[in-house]
């Protein structure tokens, strides 16, 4: 029982340094998600994908990348990291049916010094 | 565009007392859903229910009750009988029905329960 992978689980950039964060999941959902989660705040969606081959700005995706090239994968591209993106990132992914609900990973704590 | 509002950011109680969580939310959709998830001190993401707008009947799942009340557009979250176990950070979250379909979530409320 999968469900939704991270990789890595932490991870420590010098500003300027390029990274990317994993996301698999396992289900065959269509619908995957980035979204980040500042101290003491919500979650903030910054990219997301409809399906394969597809995929859309949420609210803050300044400085990311996304790509889908596969049903089960949608790294998150993280160029020219900035202090501002320290932050801990959540991948989620849900089916197409009306339930709504998202499956959400363990997170990744990014810290950009 | 949606919003969720969590106007308590921090509560503490004593264990054994009951304790609500308030949510307010705003959506043009005539169809949509809300979810309540905890965030315990290990960091993930649990979830606790999901409710769909056309059923507005309370919820009670062994400590936990939610009351759904669309005339005010409010999503509260009731623990009875709270315990050290439930200190976490909870998050109401509305979702879209169509289109993109991602959450949208409130701030967060602390909650933190004292022996």
């Known amino acids: 029982n999968a469900g939704v992978t991270q990789t890595p689980k932490f991870r420590i950039l010098k500003i300027g340094q390029s990274m990317t964060l994993q996301c698999a999941q396992d289900m065959n959902h269509n619908y995957m998600y980035w979204y980040r989660q500042d101290p003491g705040m919500g979650l903030k969606l910054i990219y997301y994908?409809?399906?394969?081959?597809?995929?859309d700005k949420g609210e803050v995706p300044n400085g990311y990348n996304v790509s889908r090239s596969t049903t089960e994968d949608f790294p998150l591209r993280l160029e020219l990291a900035a202090p501002s993106q320290t932050s801990v990132y959540f991948c989620?992914?849900?089916?197409?049916?009306?339930?709504?609900?998202?499956?959400f990973g363990e997170g990744s704590r990014l810290t950009v010094l | 565009a949606q919003k969720v509002t969590q106007a308590q950011t921090e509560i503490s109680v004593v264990e054994k007392e009951d304790v609500t969580l308030d949510c307010v939310y705003e959506?043009?959709?005539?169809?949509?859903?809300l979810f309540w998830y905890k965030q315990p001190p290990s960091g993930e993401l649990v979830f606790l229910i999901r409710r769909n707008s056309f059923d507005e009947q309370n919820e009670i799942s062994g400590r936990y009750s939610w009351n759904f009340q669309k005339s005010t557009s409010s999503f509260n979250f009731t623990i009875t009988a709270s315990q050290v176990v439930d200190s976490a950070v909870y998050f109401c979250a509305l979702s879209e029905e169509a289109g993109r379909r991602a959450l949208t979530f409130g701030s967060g409320t602390r909650l933190q329960v004292q022996p």
């Open positions: 959506t043009r959709d005539t169809t949509y859903y």
């Open positions: 994908s409809v399906g394969a081959g597809i995929t």
């Open positions: 989620a992914s849900s089916s197409s049916s009306a339930t709504g609900e998202l499956f």
